[in-house]
């Protein structure tokens, strides 16, 4: 397992941590002055300045884009809709390429709007993914699906389990992998030996958070690695034991705490405990 | 599959759905006057007045007992105090055994304090559940696990779905099944298989409400039936289809909606979703 608390080498920062509205130039100086080596940015900052300006900006500082958030989300409009989504999702393909990111982050989107059925959703969804396949190998650019926690379900993502991402895996093969969340995984019983199954060449990126006792809202009350219940090191290791060596990307949605402090502090507190506790 | 718009017949109130606080003799009656034929209490419920007089309550308005809320949370005070809590759910058995439940419901408790160890508080639940079940086979209660959510597991229960359930039926054999309720496991990819792996041996219980979008608080937001997205009618189908005959349960925690309404108008809605969405 590797050691992390000499330097920040395998250290990237998801903008979201630091609320998505910031601008990109403001978060890349702000990371290359804490001396952080990787940046997961959102599709709105670079669409905010332009993808030549992103690429470059990141270029500049030398940053690693860990990621690009996000994508995906095929459902939102329904079967009709679809298209649109690809049509989307093509462009997030083509940013997260220009700006030279690992990988592109897709979540599954929640149920398609006015229907009970998930497992139609999630099948939509499949469709979705097979679609965009061919235009994300064509821009060497990894598909990375993101499971996301199942009270989500409903609104946000029909994709809650690794073993559902590990199915379309096997389903779709090359370009498409995983996003291993520990907010989004760390309860669920088969998460040691899905992650084994996914193995190195799948995780294509890995988040950090930590879930707070109590969790006081659905999804803007993600916790600071340590402030909460989450073994972040044990899955760190089975995640580093099926040979993943990227970067560890702490990616927080805090509205009451973290969005409110300034970007400095939230970035020194994440570099303190990404050495100490992660 | 049972038509269930014609008749009550197989339709219980978990007794949160009013508020728990109600003393039993109230709910008692205002089920009767509303002609359903079930009851799931709480053992507060029970202890305020007695098994004896409880078990007369419910027997004088020939109320069947789907279920005793709740037992089990093993884990609440770690390994310590592990005969604390046995030495509790002895009186939980003892409690639906006087007032002749079809069972009694358990929960997993959350992670054992101050340990951020999910799998060891999991085993510390089965250690507890095996030394629980000789007392229940005695009283002929049968245990029933219910999982709940995996964003109840940090602090509520580390059992969340229903494989991890089936796991344990398989392990500790005769007096053990399970409760199917929706809210905590329509988003589960498996919950077919594996209401269909538990069988009619294993359902002892099933529950209704609904899950809303958006949802704004974790625990006490559930919704009515047909005011969500889970299609229940579906789980109901792969419930009866397993072989289940039961009572199907009411149980809605819903502080500024349902909570608020007058216990007649409650029971009303109730009996009507019952009839027309389940």
């Known amino acids: 397992m590797r050691d992390l608390s000499r330097d920040n080498r395998f250290l990237s920062i998801n903008t979201a941590t630091l ?11 702000a990371l290359a002055k804490a001396g952080i080596p990787g940046i997961g940015p959102w599709r ?19 940053l690693v884009v860990s990621g690009v958030s996000r ?32 990988c592109l982050v897709l979540i599954g989107g929640g149920l398609i709007p006015g229907s009970r059925d998930i497992a139609d959703s999630r099948a939509l969804f499949a469709e979705g993914l097979a679609a965009l396949l061919p235009h994300a190998r064509a821009a060497k650019v990894p598909l ?13 993502a029909v994709i809650n389990t690794l073993a559902q991402a590990n199915d379309l895996c096997d389903a779709l093969g090359e370009g498409v992998g995983i996003a291993v969340d520990v907010y ?28 707070l006792v109590p969790t006081t809202d659905l999804l803007l009350d993600r916790g600071m690695m340590g402030d909460g219940v989450i073994d972040l090191r044990r899955i760190r290791g089975w995640v580093e034991a099926s040979g993943f060596e990227g970067l560890c990307e702490v990616e927080i949605f805090s509205q009451r705490n973290w969005w409110q402090r300034p970007m400095d502090e939230v970035l020194r507190t994440c570099v303190e405990r990404y050495r100490t506790v992660c």
């Open 144 to 156: 990375a699906i993101e499971p996301l926690h199942p009270m989500y379900a409903a609104d946000r």
């Open 71 to 102: 994508a995906g989300v095929f459902t939102a409009k329904g079967r009709a809709g679809l298209q649109e989504m690809l049509d989307d999702n093509r462009r997030a393909v083509d940013e997260a390429a220009g700006i030279g990111a690992r």
């Open 19 to 29: 609320r998505r509205e910031r601008p990109l130039g403001e978060v890349v100086a």
């Open 184 to 211: 989004h995984t760390w309860w669920d019983p088969n998460l040691e030996q899905e992650i084994a199954r996914a193995g190195a060449r799948r995780i294509l990126a890995f988040h950090l958070s930590d879930w």
């Open 44 to 62: 709105e900052q670079i669409q905010a300045i332009g993808i030549q300006a992103a690429a470059k900006l990141v270029g500049d500082h030398g």
